[in-house]
T-cell receptor, first 112, second 111 residues
Framework: KQEVTQIPAALSVPEGENLVLNCSFT??????LQWFRQDPGKGLTSLLL???SQREQTSGRLNASLDKSSGRSTLYIAASQPGDSATYLC???????????WGLGTSLAVNP | KAGVTQTPRYLIKTRGQQVTLSCSPI?????VSWYQQTPGQGLQFLFE???????NKGNFPGRFSGRQFSNSRSEMNVSTLELGDSALYLC??????????FGPGTRLTVT
């Protein structure tokens, strides 16, 4: 049974810092992995999707990597800004069952 | 292109009542998935519909049901509401079964 864990659960950093959010999963047979952002009381915004055959994806100040063999993904945020404050969620797509398995998220606060 | 829309955005119901939530996917998307989000459990998969057929179902009791119409719009219904059903219900649509696009959610409060 696939399980997704995100560490740390919460993070508070000063503006301008580079930071790494971690996501680990127990079953390496994944179809893809997605990183999402959720603002308080709001829905989810997809940030990056990494296919199982890919090693990383980049969008602006965000870079996500995937290491299937070790069951890990990291989301790197460069030069963090207060507007980056949100909860970041990692979700693994198992393929055949067509459903996402979610971590509980990392709550990020970037302080001015 | 308009995004995924969900109605209503907020809902307050009492125990024992039933509720119907609606989701309109992005135009051209035929897959619609529903998720429940609670502080303790995080996001949990409810079910997925594709071309009016339920393709996959999560581990929720039979009080939770759904359907999809020919225009891909989907509804989910919860009967005999319990306090523990209070949650944010999120709908996501997908075109290619790869990337899911989420709506803003319906916040359900059961009192």
């Amino acid at each position: 049974k696939q399980e997704v864990t995100q560490i740390p659960a919460a993070l508070s950093v000063p503006e301008g810092e580079n930071l790494v959010l971690n996501c680990s999963f127990t079953d390496s047979a994944i179809y893809n992995l997605q990183w999402f952002r959720q603002d308080p009381g709001k829905g989810l915004t997809s940030l990056l999707l990494i296919q199982s055959s890919q090693r990383e994806q980049t969008s602006g100040r965000l870079n996500a990597s995937l290491d299937k063999s070790s069951g890990r993904s990291t989301l790197y945020i460069a030069a963090s800004q207060p507007g980056d404050s949100a909860t970041y969620l990692c979700a693994v797509h198992g393929g055949n069952n067509r459903k996402l398995i979610w971590g509980l998220g990392t709550s990020l606060a970037v302080n001015p | 292109k308009a995004g995924v829309t969900q109605t209503p955005r907020y809902l307050i119901k009492t125990r024992g009542q039933q509720v119907t939530l609606s989701c309109s996917p992005i135009s051209g998307h035929r897959s619609v998935s529903w998720y429940q989000q609670t502080p303790g459990q995080g996001l949990q998969f409810l079910f997925e519909y594709f071309s009016e057929t339920q393709r996959n179902k999560g581990n929720f009791p039979g009080r939770f049901s759904g359907r999809q119409f020919s225009n891909s719009r989907s509804e989910m219904n919860v009967s005999t509401l319990e306090l523990g059903d209070s949650a944010l219900y999120l709908c996501a649509s997908s075109f290619d079964e790869l990337e899911q696009y989420f709506g803003p959610g319906t916040r359900l409060t059961v009192t």
